[in-house]
């Protein structure tokens, strides 16, 4: 068994230190977008495959047996390559996805589909956004220019951000409801913009601005053609060891 794990997340890093305990030749594959990756207990790469059919090229060249997508629920470009690649190669893919956030008592959200749907549910009215969506789609927010935008990145932008009024906290998660809650009061926001990427480490934004009574902009995860999904790493672990079996090994 050979496995190639799709990371950058949380889980990926828990089931990267399954698979060491476990013994299990793997190897760890980030997208090559955060300065300082955190380090893994496998061989990792860093960069893109060259679409789907580099990555195919890549699972035959490296004698990949299995491939488990624990990337980001927003990066839908790498998990469609990866769905392709395998179907290509006919090698088994599973997916690590950590559950949706679910709105409760409290709660002000209101879902859009994408970034230019999240643009269009701002107010017109200047406001203090809190744009917690990363650095890779900041640019439709320009058509907004009246509004005051708080950004949290993991690295220092390299560039001028594409917005004319912004400010950048950079920071790494999980972070803490305490921490969100001083952070929002003390940048005065009024508005959150999210992605509804789910999990732990970064739900407490969320938390922060149900006590404090803000509304919540969150953007639906993209989506994706059938794919296996699995809810931890144990049931990667099965299903790994299964599908092992399956294919005689």
Known sequence: MRVLLLGGTTEASLLARALAEAGI???FSYAGRTAAPVAQP????CGGFGGAEGLADYLVAEGITHVVDATHPFAAQISRNAIAACAAGVVPLAVLERPQWQAGPGDDWRHVPDVQAAVQA???AP?????AIGKQTLSPFAARPQHHYLLRLVDAPDAPLPLPDAAAVIARGPFAVEGDLALLRDNRITHIVAKNAGGSGAGAKLVAARRLGLPVILIDRPA???RLVLGSVPEVMRWL?????ERGV
């Open 25 to 27: 030749d793997a190897v």
């Open 42 to 45: 496998v061989p990792v790469r």
């Open 122 to 124: 701002l107010p017109d």
């Open 127 to 131: 406001a203090r956004v809190f744009l």
């Open 224 to 226: 994706l053609p059938p």
């Open 241 to 245: 060891h299964h599908s092992d079996t």
